[in-house]
């Protein structure tokens, strides 16, 4: 038995209208491509609005009858899956590190991030969809490099405990991480994941990323890479099978061609779309209950990883450090304009109270949440290289 998977996905850059130019009629675009598409998962990222979800769900209702929006955190997980075949069940895991509460301009931890997982059954087999969103750089000093590879570490052990319930494991979405960073490698060697960028048809599509790219208006102004003009690759479409499956992509594509929508002067997003064809064969002679693979790991992924929160927990120490003497600072100066200058004491109060307590919870309740999560992902990651599993780059 042979089947044909047809997989899109697309950060949709649906913030408020207020941050996200031409939102409005974007989406409505977005939705009427994926309406006239004949494709069987579509997953997208940023979709920030539950009513920018129904939108698209009331149009696209006859190509893709099932969809599934994930809530989490304060504003929604900004996640969603629409399917043309049933959605047997969901799950959604969110991670430990989502950014800091204190930049209300990222806005990464009032969404709650995490992996969401969708069962799907296409025919007769079982499909596990991912979407994900890791969190972004927001500029050259990466400040989130820690929090992005605990993210990648939890999303790939996730997938890779999960995976064997289903017949053919299909990953999507904006990783903010390029083939050759750490976080990818993470995801794809621990998830046992093939990239479909690899597919049968391979031309033109090496020089081109999917953010950054020049046609692109809204993010064309960006420049990345040795060759400035071509943009990043950090949306992708991975897969797996189990040892009862064999899976190959025949096809890897991206659709939208870096053109404006079609009698528009604007993009569909700030990202490429992206789609993929993978086809399914059982593998005969096979028996169900026969033995999966062992689970192979990436131990100098994994150390490097490691690493990496080591060096977290070491800046942690130090960030906590300067807010505890800000704290002190702060209370010092309050407590002597308060002796100097009495009648004064109700403003001082007022400015300086706020600036104390805000400080002394990012020294203390925040910081132990922050280390916890490190901690905790660390501890998983050392538990896993004793094995000296063969390495995998």
């Known amino acids: 038995m042979s089947q044909r998977v047809f ?12 941050f996200a130019k031409e939102k409005k009629k974007r989406l409505s675009a977005i939705a009427n491509y994926l309406n006239e598409g004949n ?25 893709l009858p099932y969809a599934q929006y994930f809530h989490s955190g304060v504003f929604g997980s900004g996640l969603a899956i629409y399917s043309k075949w049933p959605i047997l069940k969901i799950y959604y895991n969110q991670w430990s590190l989502n950014g800091y509460v204190h930049m209300l301009h990222h806005g990464d931890w009032y969404g709650g991030k995490g992996v969401a997982l969708a069962q799907i059954a296409v025919n007769e087999i079982i499909v596990n969809v991912y979407n994900v969103h890791l969190i972004a750089k927001y500029g050259d000093d990466d400040c989130y490099l820690v929090h992005r590879t605990v993210q990648a570490f939890d999303t790939a052990m996730f ?13 999507c979405g904006d990783l903010n991480s390029t083939p050759n960073d750490l976080t990818f490698k993470l995801i794809k060697a621990i998830g046992q994941l093939e990239d479909t960028f690899y597919a049968k048809n ?66 569909y997003s700030d990202h490429e779309a992206v789609e993929a064809v993978i086809v399914v064969n059982k593998i005969p002679g ?15 992924l994994i150390k490097d990883a490691c690493e990496c929160c080591h060096n977290g927990e070491l800046n942690l120490e130090m960030t906590r450090l300067r807010y505890m003497i800000l704290a002190i600072v702060l209370m010092i100066t309050l407590f002597n304009f308060v002796y100097f ?31 916890n999560g490190i901690t905790s992902a660390k501890i998983q990651m050392l538990i896993l290289i004793p094995f000296n599993w063969p390495t995998a780059e």
Do not use: M
Not at 218 to 242: A, K, Q, V
């Open 159 to 171: 997938v890779d405990l999960t995976s064997p319930s289903a017949d053919l494991t299909i990953f």
């Open 286 to 300: 096979i028996k169900d209950a026969e033995e999966r693979p062992k689970t192979v790991r990436a131990t100098k």
């Open 341 to 371: 200058f009495p009648s004064f004491s109700f403003c001082y109060f007022l400015v300086f109270i706020p600036l104390i307590l805000y400080y002394t919870f990012l020294f203390t309740i925040w910081y132990k949440l922050e280390l």
């Open 202 to 267: 391979t031309n033109d599509k090496e020089p081109f990323g999917t953010y950054g790219c020049p046609s692109n208006t809204f993010s064309g102004t960006h420049s990345f890479g040795n060759d400035e003009s071509l943009g990043i690759r950090i949306d992708y479409i991975l897969y797996r099978t189990d040892s009862n499956y064999k899976a190959e992509a025949v096809s890897y594509n991206l659709p939208t061609n870096f053109s404006p929508i079609p009698g528009e002067i604007f993009s």
């Open 39 to 63: 494709y069987d998962v579509v997953c997208l990222q940023e979709l920030w609005c539950i009513g920018d979800f129904k939108l698209i769900k009331s149009i696209c209702n006859l190509t």
């Open 7 to 18: 997989i899109f996905t697309l950060n949709v850059w649906g913030l408020p209208e207020v």
